[in-house]
């Protein structure tokens, strides 16, 4: 089949059809159903704390800790793999590659238990790997297939594609759960554990489309002995040429600062629900974080369209300015969120700016790049700067909930982390400079 040309409607609608594929594991797995089910796992138990690794620790420091390892895992490879990528001119083969082990971890999710902690927290582990690499080569491919002045409508268009695929599994899978008996299923366990089978299958399967159209990748030239590090040296290299560009640099900088907020908040928000909000019952707390993550999911389709439309008219750099302002005021309200219906409004505002976010700093940085065909190298550095921010944003809020015995002094610290980015965007140029 003739490869597609760059800027072409049907290529633009491929690569924007994987966030439709890979959505469902952000939402289900690290936001919705399997937070839920892990919480689950240690009220039955009637314990808090596990003993693993050589010593006792509570459930949310736990898998914040796992988290933060993975993510310290994918900062590391990503690099190493982009270079290799880059070398033989097979990008679309690594994307395959972790979308199939993020995928079939998912499936081992279905036997994640107290009795078998360690192969459950593996599952989890690659999974995490799986997504964010294979996440890395997607977004290397924007600046590949579409035109600068096309990267805004495309990425929020991406990430609406995957809210609305994710949110149609998620409720698929409320229903199952909720009215497990018209299944005929004996309790709520089984069809919640189907449904980490269910996004390893949506995953793999809906994947498809965009493999079948994403260009192979572009060959690099060079010795095969350096094929190991030229992934690491290309970081040095794109490093390197930030000095030339103050506006990418300063603009990647408050990106580190926000994104790793932002990135720790998304993750947490579901655990942070199941154990500091008053539901009145297991059935009302499945049901009311369900329902909240829906609400999150629904509201950033508009949110993500409404930031595309209002960075049109005033700029990226101040509507992220805006956004981040937002981020704060919600950091400051979650430390006195205590009902359902406080967390159903926190919820709400959290998507208006969830999405908006996370499309316009993918499509900001798109558009600062310098003139250049190495995109894979410029992603990675992206990318990598992202998962550090998390690994550091993820194990300051494990470990500030287990010094100060409460996740809402962790959401407050990581307001700190708005305020900073907000503060570091008012810096960064309107137009290049040296």
Not at 391 to 416: E, P
Request: proline content about 3%.
């Amino acid at each position: 089949m003739p490869a597609l040309e760059k800027g072409s409607k049907k290529l633009l609608h491929a690569w924007a059809f994987f966030d439709w594929s890979i959505s469902v594991y952000n939402l289900i797995i690290s936001s919705a159903i399997f937070p839920i089910f892990y919480g689950a796992l240690f009220r039955d138990a009637g314990i808090d704390k596990i003993t693993i690794f050589g010593g006792e620790i509570e459930r949310a420091p736990l898998i914040s800790y796992v988290t933060a390892a993975a993510f310290l895992v994918v900062s590391f490879i990503t690099p190493l793999l982009a270079g290799i990528a880059d070398y033989i001119g097979n990008k679309r083969g690594f994307m395959k590659f972790f979308t199939y082990l993020g995928a079939i971890s998912c499936i081992g999710l279905y036997f994640f238990s107290l009795e078998h902690i360690y192969f459950g927290l593996l599952c989890y582990f690659l999974a995490l790997v799986g997504f964010w690499t294979s996440f890395a080569f997607y977004n290397s491919y924007l600046p590949d297939i579409a035109y600068p002045e096309q990267h805004d409508a495309l990425s929020a268009k991406g990430y609406s594609l995957g809210y609305i695929g994710s949110v149609i599994l998620l409720v698929v899978n409320l229903l199952m759960i909720l009215k497990y008996e018209m299944f005929g299923f004996e309790s709520a366990a089984a069809p919640t554990k189907i449904s980490f089978i269910m996004v390893g299958l949506w995953w793999m399967g809906f994947a498809q489309y965009t493999f079948k159209y994403m260009p192979k990748g572009t060959k690099t030239e060079g010795a095969l002995n350096n094929v190991l590090f030229n992934g690491f040296k290309e970081l040095k290299a794109v490093y390197n040429s930030l000095s030339d560009d103050k506006r990418l640099k300063r603009y990647l900088i408050a990106f580190f600062i926000y994104s790793m907020a932002v990135q720790t908040v998304m993750l947490v928000a579901t655990y942070f629900g199941e154990e500091d909000i008053n539901w009145g019952s297991d059935d009302e707390r499945t049901v009311g974080l369900i329902v909240s993550i829906l609400l999150i999911q629904l509201v950033a389709i508009v949110g993500a369209t409404l930031t595309s439309k209002l960075s049109e008219r005033i700029g990226n750099i101040k509507t992220l300015i805006i956004v981040n302002a937002i981020w704060i005021i919600i950091c400051i309200a979650g430390y006195f969120v205590i009902t359902p219906l406080d967390f159903y409004i926190t919820a709400g505002v959290v998507g208006l700016v969830m999405g908006g976010i996370q499309a316009l700093s993918r499509s900001t940085y798109s558009k600062f790049l310098p003139e250049t065909e190495d995109t894979t190298s410029f992603f990675s550095f992206y990318d990598v700067a992202e998962k550090i921010g998390i690994v550091i944003g993820m194990a300051l809020y494990g470990g500030v909930a287990q010094i100060t015995g409460s996740m809402r002094n962790s959401i407050i610290f990581l307001g700190l982390f708005f305020l900073v980015g907000m503060l570091l965007l008012f810096r960064v140029p309107t137009k290049k400079t040296a």
